[in-house]
């Protein structure tokens, strides 16, 4: 007894530091850069104007170094869906925790181009570093959540996964605390800000490769079985689990039947492959949908309408740093929470549960924006009071188990494809929000939330008519929850949809409640 206890102690352990390592340059990554790119941007505007009058002798006018900043921020966007299509091949080519620890060449890169920029006279050479950091976080944003479902045991798989999504927000707040003039946040300091991306980049180089690779990659893509057995037993502090082991050699017979029959090899699926598998159709069209309101529900635009609220609520100017600090606690605290909740109360209904209260805080926002554009008392603290709300529910739900779902409802040769669709659509989302959204507030005003408004309104319906929960389930029996929800009927023999004994089948509860109480 005392034994076990151990072997579950050091099981506990190591799974703790394996998802800290991974995620420090992972997902914290994505957070991180997000946000610190905030704090020097009068500076770096500064440097741009000057840069441009030391080489043609006149200065820009205000709309061209706009424009110029806009680039710079959209090519993380545009270097996130560079990456997001690297993740599959990498993740294949070079598995889960080595392409991983290649990602971080990125950011070496990219940190030596912020650093040396000022010498160089160059402000191109930070359009090209946060090309790279957005490439960093596209390839992580995708193999980290992907090596977390394929490490964890069932009963923790979605707590481990939802990790990524606290990991990102506190890279967000760390980010933003960094970013503070006492800190990095001062005109001689930025270069070392946008640089200081390259030291969790060296922490993880230096710890991850101290632990095991994902056992399912080991066996299913590298048919490497000893290699399977020694990370498994690694990852549960022990001998590796016979139950856990037989699922995984079923699931490596079924790629191979399913490569037999097709008249060639096992291997990963490709994109296109994806979407012509008419088996999995409900399964990519829930994950698309996912991925693409993650970004469209306007949590980002939120962040940057933050500093306008506060200032209406008579936040000093001075002062207004500070308390744009909360909103990533905000969404910290509600990503750790939801950590705790989304194996007692499932993915599905966080996700809707998450959306439908953010599509209540648009509407209360939109009211009380309005109603502050025409002098009512009191709507600016009511407009704090909404932006801290909806931060707090897309942290709640969206922003960590829309990263679970392709590592759950996939097998292992469909999942680096799938997440290449997911976070493809991911990016792409954010840099249309990023683009669109002066626009939108310049021709709906008070009204300029009311889109986010229909993306929620539209999410909460449609993942909750098509999205089955997948807490503690097989894949067999998820995909077999998926034919059932989407009435339709798997009549190939081989296919990853094998219908599960009656036994399996979970009765569903109406969980969405506890979210409220």
């Not at 080489?55 to 820009?60: A, H, I, P, V």
């Not at 481990?160 to 970013?179: C, H, K, N």
């Not at 399996?504 to 969980?511: F, S, V």
Request: glycine share 8%; aromatic share 10%; net charge neutral.
């Amino acid at each position: 007894m005392e034994e076990r206890k151990t072997n579950t102690s050091q099981a506990s352990r190591i799974l703790a530091l394996t998802v800290c390592s991974a995620a420090i340059g992972g997902t914290f990554q994505y957070g991180y850069n997000l946000s610190i790119i905030n704090a020097p941007t009068s500076y770096i505007q500064g440097f741009i104007n000057d840069t441009y009058m030391e080489r043609w002798g006149t200065s820009l006018d205000i709309p061209q170094v706009t424009i110029l900043w806009t680039v710079i921020v959209s090519a993380f966007s545009l270097g996130g869906f560079v990456g997001a299509l690297l993740a599959g091949p990498m993740a294949v080519r070079f598995g889960r925790k080595n392409s991983l620890l290649l990602n971080n060449s990125f950011l070496f890169v990219g940190a030596v181009l912020v650093l040396t920029c000022r010498v160089a006279k160059s402000f191109e050479m930070i359009i090209l570093a946060r090309f790279l950091v957005g490439m960093n976080s596209g390839v992580s944003m995708n193999i980290q959540p992907m090596y977390f479902g394929e490490s964890a045991p069932k009963h923790l798989r979605g707590a481990v996964a939802f990790s990524s999504a606290v990991f990102t927000a506190f890279g967000i707040f760390l980010g933003q605390v960094v970013g503070l003039t006492e800190l990095l946040g001062t005109e001689p300091l930025w270069p070392y800000l946008l640089a200081s991306n390259a030291l969790p980049a060296l922490i993880q180089l230096l710890t991850l490769p101290w632990f095991p690779e994902s056992p399912r990659y080991l066996l299913i893509d590298r048919g490497d079985r000893e290699a399977c057995v020694r990370a498994l037993g690694r990852l549960r502090g022990g001998e590796a689990p016979a139950l856990e082991m037989e699922e995984m050699l079923q699931e490596q017979q079924q790629q191979q039947s399913i490569a037999l029959g097709s008249g060639g090899a096992a291997s990963a699926k490709t994109p296109w492959a994806l979407f012509k598998d008419r088996d999995l159709l409900s399964q990519l069209r829930t994950v698309m949908a996912a991925s693409s309101a993650m970004m469209l529900c306007g949590n980002d635009s939120i962040y940057f309408y933050a500093s306008y609220i506060f200032l209406e609520a008579g936040i000093p100017p001075e002062k207004v740093q500070y308390i744009t600090i909360g909103t990533g606690a905000s969404e910290l605290t509600a990503s750790i929470l939801s950590n705790f909740l989304i194996e007692r109360v499932g993915r599905r209904y966080l996700l809707i549960g998450g959306y439908s209260l953010m599509s209540c805080c648009t509407v209360v926002f939109t009211v009380a924006l309005n109603l502050q554009s025409r002098g009512v008392a009191g709507m600016p603290y009511l407009s704090m009071a909404c932006v801290f709300t909806y931060i707090l529910s897309f942290g709640l739900g969206p922003a960590g188990v829309t990263g679970i779902l392709p590592a759950e409802i996939f097998d292992q040769a469909a999942r680096p494809a799938a997440y290449m669709v997911a976070g493809s659509l991911m990016w792409i989302s954010l840099f249309l929000v990023g683009m669109l959204f002066p626009f939108i507030v310049n021709s709906l005003g008070d009204f300029c939330f009311l889109p986010f408004l229909a993306v929620c309104l539209v999410s909460a319906l449609f993942l909750g008519l098509t999205l089955p929960e997948t807490k503690g389930k097989t894949l067999a029996e998820i995909t077999a929850e998926f034919h059932r929800k989407n009435e339709t009927k798997n009549d190939r023999p081989g296919r990853q949809g094998i219908t599960p004994p009656p036994h399996t089948h979970t009765h569903t509860m109406n969980a969405f409640m506890i979210l409220f109480f």
